[in-house]
């Protein structure tokens, strides 16, 4: 009682799709993918591409301002190029502005942990 040939699996057709209220699929997506998306690798690139501008750009700016200029920070007093001083500056504000942001996250991923766990013992 077998059926010689072998069983593979079949699609459902676009009448029995219709009798459960699904859609039929859009030509689009019944399409190959296209061959020159984007990947990892892609991006990987791209990011190599944008840090090797930002650098050329820091070393034009390093370049340009070399001449001396006095820092004073809480008593401290010292000589330093321009270039150094700001670039010092920069760091120090995205440090502070990266602590403050991973503290926020810690502080939603919390809120949200807390939420998770309170929602599964009221079950």
Do not use: C, K
């Not at 859609?23 to 997506?29: K, L, N, Q, Y």
């Amino acid at each position: 009682m077998s059926d010689p040939s072998p069983t593979t699996p079949t699609r459902p057709t676009a009448s029995s799709t219709a009798d459960r209220g699904a859609v039929s699929p859009t030509p689009e997506a019944t399409e190959a993918p296209d061959p020159l998306r984007g990947s990892r690798t892609s991006g990987l690139w791209a990011g190599v591409v944008a840090l090797a501008v930002v650098l050329i750009l820091l070393i034009v700016f390093v370049a340009q301002n070399t001449q001396d200029v006095t820092v004073s920070y809480f008593g401290w007093e010292g000589q330093t190029p321009l270039a150094v001083a700001l670039l010092v500056a920069a760091t120090a504000g995205l440090v502070l502005a990266a602590i403050a942001a991973t503290l926020r996250m810690w502080q939603v991923r919390r809120r949200v942990h807390r939420g998770r766990s309170t929602s599964r013992s009221a079950r």
